[in-house]
C-alpha cells in the first residue's frame, strides 16, 4: 500500500517546476554565468519575483558556488558582491 506523501513535499519536489529560470534547454546558462554586466542585471531580474530565489541564493551559498547568479545575487568564490569587477587592471585615471 501506498501513502500519500505529506503536502508539504510535494511542494518541495515540484517547486522547481515554478523556476523562472527554468527553460530545460539550457540557454539561459551563457546569462546566468556571464561576465557582462548588462547580462548579470538581466540574471538579476528574471530571480526577482521567483518563488525560489531564496533557497536558490542559500543552496548556492552552501555549495559554495563559484561564480554566477544564483537567487537574484552575483556569487563569486562563495559569497556575494554587489558588482563583478570588469577583467583586467583597474585604470590608473578614471575615464572623463
Not at 508539504?8 to 551563457?30: E, I, N, P, T, Y
Not at 554586466?37 to 551559498?61: V, Y
Amino acid at each position: 500500500m501506498s501513502h500519500p506523501l505529506p503536502r508539504f513535499a510535494v511542494m518541495q519536489r515540484d517547486a522547481w517546476k515554478l523556476a523562472r529560470c527554468r527553460h530545460g534547454d539550457g540557454s539561459l546558462v551563457d546569462l546566468f554565468f556571464s561576465d557582462q554586466p548588462a547580462d548579470i542585471a538581466r540574471a538579476k531580474a528574471m530571480c526577482r519575483g521567483c518563488p525560489l530565489a531564496r533557497p536558490c541564493l542559500e543552496g548556492a551559498l552552501d555549495r559554495q558556488e563559484p561564480w554566477g547568479v544564483w537567487g537574484g545575487e552575483l556569487v563569486v568564490a562563495g559569497r556575494v558582491l554587489a558588482v563583478k569587477r570588469p577583467r583586467g587592471r583597474p585604470r590608473l585615471r578614471p575615464a572623463v
